[in-house]
């Protein structure tokens, strides 16, 4: 490099990135955080977060209608 603000132009970019390489990880993830607990409320408020019981019969799996 033969002139010093070409460097120093270089070192502000090199700054830059390992800057948003450093902090952009937390911030993605806190973003996928706040993301996922908006959608888990949403889903357990309309009734996909509770646990049901399924119950699957021998019949279901032949191929066979269940009898009841």
């Known amino acids: 490099m033969k ?3 070409h460097a120093l132009k270089l070192f502000g970019r090199f700054a830059i990135a390992k800057g948003v390489v450093s902090y952009g990880l937390e911030l993605m993830m806190a ?3 706040i993301v996922q607990g908006v959608i888990g409320t ?3 408020t309309g009734g996909f977060g509770s646990a ?3 119950v699957l019969t021998l019949s279901t799996f ?3 209608p ?3």
Request: cysteine-free; proline content about 6%.
């Open 31 to 33: 973003l996928f955080r």
């Open 62 to 64: 032949a191929g066979e």
């Open 42 to 44: 949403i889903m357990y």
């Open 52 to 54: 049901q019981e399924t």
């Open 66 to 68: 269940s009898q009841k």
């Open 3 to 5: 002139k010093p603000e």
